[in-house]
Nanobody
């Protein structure tokens, strides 16, 4: 099982980035997918999650209204569209997958993780 995150980079405050996570999961459409982030010296934070079909989503309070999670089951890929970025969004962003669809915001519920992609927002 492999989750490959990409799309990170350096952007000015107010800008946008789109992260992608390609999964080698055989039954990708059965998995709840999520994005977490971790800034230096801080705990891993839940950013967003999406159910198997894409019909239900969850967002952390700090990103509501600015970030959008989506998935394309035909491409085994989950996306995170990030708009109106702020310096406090700077972190390594990780994609994660779980089969049981429980505790979406709890990183311990996810059994598969990608390697992370760095997002840096300058002020």
């Amino acid at each position: 099982v492999q989750l490959q995150a990409s799309g990170g980079g350096l952007v000015q405050a107010g800008g946008s980035l789109r992260l992608s996570c390609a999964a080698s999961l055989r039954t990708f459409s059965s998995y709840t997918m999520a994005w977490f982030r971790q800034a230096p010296g801080k705990e891993r934070e839940s950013v967003a999650a999406v159910n198997w079909s894409g019909s239900s989503t969850y967002y952390g309070d700090s990103v509501k209204g600015r970030f959008t999670i989506s998935r394309d089951n035909a491409k085994n890929t989950v996306y995170l569209q990030m708009n109106s970025l702020k310096p406090e969004d700077t972190a390594v962003y990780y994609c994660a997958a779980q089969l049981r669809s429980t505790s979406w915001s709890n990183h311990r519920a996810y059994g598969y993780w990608g390697q992370g992609t760095q997002v840096t927002v300058s002020s």
